[in-house]
Nanobody, 117 residues
Framework: QVQLVESGGGLVQPGGSLRLSCVAP????????MEWYRQAPGKEREFVAGVTSGGGTTYADSVNGRFTISRDNAKNTVYLQMNSLKPEDTAVYYC???????????WGLGTQVTVSS
């Protein structure tokens, strides 16, 4: 069973930065679109950002211009650079792998990001 592993979460003050990482062992990484989702307490899980194997990116309006998603296909790793963090960015952030050739998807267990003074 494939298990994505996120890291890099933590407590940061408003205006600060964090960089999340997600390693995806055991999959043909370049055949997956890699995405970040987040879920705040009492809210549904929402899309944050996605990146294709070729580097094409998409962002939720709420993070566009502040967050940057990237990937290293040689390391089976996707990153989320988060700048100008706001309290409303507080959530558990999940990594998601979506196959481009089959109906296969994998999730990580999540990493907590808390933005507070």
């Amino acid at each position: 069973q494939v298990q994505l592993v996120e890291s890099g979460g933590g407590l940061v003050q408003p205006g600060g930065s964090l960089r999340l990482s997600c390693v995806a062992p055991g999959i043909t990484f370049h055949r997956y679109v890699m995405e970040w989702y987040r879920q705040a307490p009492g809210k549904e899980r929402e899309f944050v950002a996605g990146v294709t194997s070729g580097g094409g990116t998409t962002y939720a309006d709420s993070v566009n211009g502040r967050f940057t998603i990237s990937r290293d296909n040689a390391k089976n790793t996707v990153y989320l650079q988060m700048n100008s963090l706001k309290p409303e960015d507080t959530a558990v952030y999940y990594c998601h792998a979506k196959s481009t050739i089959a109906a296969t998807r994998y999730w990580g267990l999540g990493t907590q990001v808390t933005v507070s003074s």
